[in-house]
């Protein structure tokens, strides 16, 4: 198994930039696909960003398609979610988590590793 840390968050204005890291320890991080979700207030968790082991795929909601891009580096045991252009949509607590697979997949029910998330601020 593994244990997932997630940072990076903070306050930024609309238009800005922020780069959220996942810091897994444990079990071999490279034989795990990775995904983002987020929650906003009031809202029900949504899919983010996937990436498969390798890091040669990936996926996005429509919704961040263009602004968010997914990385990893297995090396470092770490994912990467660069997210730029951002807007007070965008605010929510941005959560990483795990599953023992080599392809990605978007749903959330599958993932079985979960961070304890950090937090994203947009201000108009």
């Known amino acids: 198994q593994v244990q997932l840390v997630e940072s990076g968050g903070g306050l930024v204005q609309a238009g800005g930039s922020l780069r959220l890291s996942c810091a897994a320890s444990?079990?071999?991080?490279?034989?795990?696909?990775v995904a983002w979700f987020r929650q906003a207030p009031g809202q029900e968790r949504e899919f983010v960003a996937a990436?498969?082991?390798?890091?040669?795929?990936?996926d996005y909601a429509d919704s961040v398609k263009g602004r968010f891009f997914i990385s990893r580096d297995n090396a470092k045991n770490t994912v990467y979610l660069q997210m730029n252009n951002l807007t007070p949509g965008d605010l929510a607590a941005y959560y990483c988590?795990?599953?023992?697979?080599?392809?990605?997949?978007?749903?959330?029910?599958?993932?079985?590793?979960w961070g304890q998330g950090t937090q994203v601020t947009v201000s108009s």
């Open positions: 988590a795990a599953v023992r697979r080599l392809g990605l997949t978007t749903l959330a029910s599958l993932y079985d590793y």
């Open positions: 990436i498969n082991w390798s890091g040669r795929s990936t």
């Open positions: 444990g079990d071999t991080f490279g034989s795990y696909a």
